[in-house]
């Protein structure tokens, strides 16, 4: 098992940036690692996924302003948040999931970011 916990969240004016972390409680060399988010009265929403070769996703909403990245070493998973808008806000929840089974995903407890003048 693997025990995720998120940090970095807050509150930010409009155009502002903000940087996650996801802290893992063990190795994430073989874990896809993804952001998600969920705003309020929405469904939960990919935001960014990262290999563990470094193949990065995006969804369209997010292209261009964050940044997913991760340090194996340090079993940390960070997404970097610029020019945040208000639609940005949202909980943002951290993900782990096994490459070798797709049936071992793991969430953290969520970090909240409000984008707001």
Known sequence: ???LVESGGGLVQPGGSLRLSCAASRSINFYIMGWYRQAPGKQRELAATITSGGTTNYADSVKERFTISRDNAKNTVYLQMNSLKPEDTAVYYCNARLVSDA??????????VTVSS
Do not use: D, I, M, S
């Open 103 to 112: 049936r071992f995903v793991y969430w953290g407890r969520g970090a909240q």
């Open 1 to 3: 098992q693997v025990q």
